[in-house]
Nanobody
Framework: QVQLVESGGGSVQPGGSLTLSCVAS????????MGWFRQSPGKVRQRVAR???????NSADFEKGRFTISRDNAKNTVYLQMNSLQPEDTAMYYC???????????????????WGQGTQVAVSA
């Protein structure tokens, strides 16, 4: 059974930075597409970033180069480095894993097979 456990969330002022981590267990994550989604109160879950087995990355337009996804397969961990955080980035952030090495075409929540419980990020002055 695949389990994903996120950490690193917290409260930060606008312009600040956070790095989220997600440790995967149950199987080696090295062969699978990993990613991050987020959900703000009253809004649908939004795709943030994806990283394939070959470390090809794709980020959502709203990030404007502020977020960086990376993976360390030896540690079975995926990261989301977030810089220049703004209040609109406040959300629960979820780590996800797909049953696919490539992230090509994986855009929707239903495309990802495994989800973590989430870590909360709050950005306010």
């Amino acid at each position: 059974q695949v389990q994903l456990v996120e950490s690193g969330g917290g409260s930060v002022q606008p312009g600040g930075s956070l790095t989220l981590s997600c440790v995967a267990s149950g199987r080696s994550m090295s062969n699978y597409c990993m990613g991050w989604f987020r959900q703000s109160p009253g809004k649908v879950r939004q795709r943030v970033a994806r990283i394939s087995k070959t470390e090809t990355t794709n980020s959502a337009d709203f990030e404007k180069g502020r977020f960086t996804i990376s993976r360390d397969n030896a540690k079975n961990t995926v990261y989301l480095q977030m810089n220049s955080l703004q209040p609109e980035d406040t959300a629960m952030y979820y780590c996800v894993q797909a049953n696919s090495a490539s992230c090509w075409g994986l855009l929707r929540t239903a495309d990802f097979d495994f989800w973590g419980q989430g870590t909360q990020v709050a950005v306010s002055a």
